[in-house]
């Protein structure tokens, strides 16, 4: 009898029955959802969120707030003796959960999972109402209090139910249901890898039974074990362990099984995967894996997409990951707060090595509960992703101190109290990583500012990050490098990494001559190129991390596109611009050739003017052909293979072919000194105060760039390209109203005396595109100035326009007529015999223009 009990035993350990392992149910759709203190609402479905539209809309700020999901769900009998639980994997950030009126529990936060049991509040055979609660409110006790990015309000990820056994792994807590695999100890003939967790209601009848597979799915241990306490760990070998890195991602499998010797049952069950790997930080030779250095090249990337706020479904983090990874990438930083799980399984199979960070960004309250929510954020963030072989840098900190900096009226002994809580916080999280991960390294981003040094914070974590945007917010892109040296020569012991850098681009701003602040897809280019070579040619540099792998969303901007951050190397909508083919033919290992300016395909010259075209490739010599006919080959240097070519008007098909593969695009050449004698049958439009040709992207018309007149053709007299400060080259920044075409706005000549374009006799529409940019201009009316002197009167414009002499505005104020940032759009009919001279007289002030359009009639 003992015998026969032994082998049904035996038959129930490792054949066991299914009908009681985990289920889980994601319950996505058909939620009702009302924001608070409105009356409407409106069935949706999870991902979810309610700025995805509001957050990108003039003179409003987004809704921050309360907003309250309800869906009713039925529970089947047999889940009476189960236990069950609601699972978020992600809800910002104030989450309450109610079942049938009842409380059930809350979560701060808005970037991390969690679970709460809802067994006791259900009734089983019957209809249950769950009803749950998000607030996006700012609070001053949770991180982020303020950051260039949207914080969207919703349950913006998946929503799960999961059942188990009444026996089963512990979902509470901060682990969110995770089970802990480490692997400390890791080599080439070795590695050990250490299993751990909790149980919830232990019993003398329960197994745990474990199977580990490699990455062939080739069983590489297995065991069975009683379990009566709540905690348990096992330690198992690997032996010859099939090495994870990004060019071998290898996964290994990890089952485990909570069974009933009596039954067979299996009460629950987790399975995840896990690598074998080991690395380091060495500040003289960058960062080492597996023995071997590796300079990590990615992209920062936030969550967000083109009119879907955050609430983004799986299908697009694998497209953005994927996308990453095929331009050749090795390393991403999740900025600024934990991504979807899914993102980090992604990176396990996709071979990218990770920075992970939680949202304690520009600022620190100096309170308990900031400092606590952080230090519960940082918990939930390395016990959630522990598993994960590709996370090899947990972050806590960005550009903390930077409101310190650029907040000029603050006391200075209120800067002290800042810096004090920083510092203090900073060392709770530090401590915090290392008791709960010791195996990885601790990380902190930093903006160009001596005071992380002096005060000793940047002396706290692992490895610094430097965010440095040298070129753009800094001037000079050589002094890259020269930053640098110096930080590795002062601090020989810091392993160092560029967290940030890269300058903003819109494609509808084409150029040949780029300058800073210009927002051109060639001064991009520029910028990175220059980045890339002085880190590379750095050994002591960990990597780099460009800002950002996408545009994304950020109420506050005032770019060329507002609302946006346009500092992405791919479009919101996840379009590439240039820069992308560009790091896709540098880092990837396959070949690659792309010829620049899929949005710069229409180009206007002089006459006689060579065209200049840039290849991108992966190897290194390109040949070009020019309408199947001529042919040129040139090096490529720094995988950009340039092309001076002087074309004759018209459709151009130029190919490029470069280690057998191929890349073609037609282009469309304009002679600039013909364009007045076309007038009959296309506008002339020029991009006032510009070097840059601008885009419509809703009509396709191109704004060429500005030039100074010269008879029998046209041109400015007089003026400056309007700076709005010193550091920038050209232009405002500033967003302006009632426009889609801000770029065309923002640039502009100030003290412009006329505009000619000799044109012949004939009926013509003149159109004149201005603003006021300056936010201080006076909006008083001309005739309300009383008695000052139009000369003395602070931040006024006045001007006349006269077409060949005849006054046709007076006294035009666009700040008072129009107001302050307002696209102003101006129509004129005339007939001319001689020409066409558009004359601003100065009032007061100096006239402004941003663009011109002449018709022929």
Known sequence: MKKLFSTILLFFLFHPVASSQRLIKTINSGWEFSLEGQNKSKTVNIPHTWNAKDAFKDDTEYFRGKGIYQKEISIPENWKDRSVFIKFEGANQETKVYVNDQFAGEHIGGYTSFVIEISNLLEFEDKNIL???????????????????????????????????????????????????????????????????????????LYLQLEITDPLGNIVFKNTQSETSEKFSIRTEITNPQLWSPDTPNLYQLKAELIDRNSGEIQDSYISKFGCRWFEANPEKGFILNGKPIKLIGANRHQDFDNMGNAVPNSLHRKDYQMIKDMGSNFIRTAHYPQDSEVYKICDKLGLLVWTEIPVINDVTDSEAYHQNSVNMLREQILQLQNHPSIVFWGYMNEIFIRLVFTGNMPEADKAAKIKTSIELARKLEAETKKLDSSRLSVMALHDNNLYNTTGIADIPDVIGWNLYFGWYTQGLENLGKFLDEQHKKYPDRPILISEYGPGSDSRIQTNTPKPWDYSEAYQLKSHVSYLNQVIERDYMIGMAAWNF????????????????????????????????????????????FIAGGNFEHRFIEEGDSVNIKVFSSSPEVDVIIDDNEKLTTKAIDHIASFSIPLSEGTHLIKAISNGKEHQRKLQINFRDNLIERLSAKPIQVNIGSHSDFIDEETGEIWISDQEYFKNNFGFTGGKVYQQSENKFQG??????????????????????????????????????????????????????????????????????????????????????????????????????????????????????????????
Do not use: C, W
């Open 131 to 205: 009803r749950i609660e998000v607030d996006n409110s700012h609070n001053n006790d949770i991180p982020p209090l303020e950051a260039d990015f949207n914080f969207y309000g919703g349950i913006y990820r998946d929503i799960e139910l999961v059942v188990t056994g009444k026996s089963h792994f512990k979902l509470t807590g901060p682990e969110a249901g995770n089970l802990l695999i480490k692997t400390p100890e890791v080599s080439q003939k070795i590695a050990t890898v250490s299993f751990q967790g909790e149980i919830v209601n232990p019993s003398k009848e």
């Open 550 to 593: 996408a545009d994304f969303g950020s109420s506050g901007r005032q770019d060329s596109r507002p609302y946006i951050n346009q500092k992405g190397l791919v479009n919101f909508d996840r379009e590439p611009k240039d820069i992308y083919y560009y790091y896709k033919a540098r880092l990837a290992k396959e070949n690659s050739v």
């Open 732 to 857: 405002s920044a500033s967003n302006i109203k009632l426009t889609t075409k801000e770029p065309l706005y923002q640039t502009m000549r100030e003290g412009i005396n006329k505009y000619t374009f000799d044109v012949p006799k004939g009926k013509y529409r003149i159109s004149l595109l201005m603003t006021e940019p300056n936010r201080k201009a006076s909006k008083q009316s001309i005739y309300n100035l009383g008695s000052e002197t139009l000369e003395n009167t602070e931040g006024s414009r006045i001007f006349d326009i006269l077409i060949n002499g005849k006054l046709v505005e007076s006294n035009l104020n666009l700040a008072a007529d129009y107001g302050i940032l307002t696209a102003v759009e101006l129509n004129y009919t005339v007939f001319t015999a001689t020409g066409l001279e558009i004359n601003f007289r100065s009032i007061s002030g100096e006239p402004i223009l941003s663009g011109i359009r002449i018709e022929k009639l």
